[in-house]
C-alpha cells in the first residue's frame, strides 16, 4: 500500500484560469503562495493548483486573488528548461478538495465579511 498525498493553506496568487479541454473536461488552474518561516527567515513557496471537472467550476465561480483556502490533493513535479537553457521545476497540486477559509475578498480591496 501506498499514500500520497498533499494538504496545504495559502493565498491565491491570481484569479484562476479555466478551459475545456479537447475532450470536454473542465479545468481551473490557478497559483497558491505558502508562506513558510525558517527562524528569521521566510520563504513564500508557490505551487500550481489544477482542479478538475465539478471542482473546477466551484473554483472558478467563486475562487478570487487573495483568498485563503486548504487544498487537498496529489502531488507532482514539472521540469523543464528556460529560454536560456537552465533546468526550471514547479510543484503542481491536482486538487481533489479545496476549502475556502477566511472572509472572502471583494473587487474593492477590503474583505466581505459572510
Known sequence: MS???IIIV??????PEHEVTATGK?????????????GEREQNIRYKV??????SITVKQHLL????LLVE????LDVWQNAGGEPRA?????AQMLRFLGAKPSTTGKLDEE
Open 90 to 94: 514547479q510543484m503542481v497540486v491536482t
Open 73 to 76: 490533493g496529489t502531488p507532482s
Open 65 to 68: 486573488k487573495g483568498q485563503l
Open 10 to 15: 495559502g493565498h491565491a496568487g491570481s484569479d
Open 50 to 55: 489544477k482542479a478538475w471537472n465539478d471542482l
Open 26 to 38: 473542465d479545468v481551473a488552474v490557478f497559483p497558491l503562495y505558502v508562506n513558510v518561516r525558517y
Open 3 to 5: 499514500f500520497h498525498k
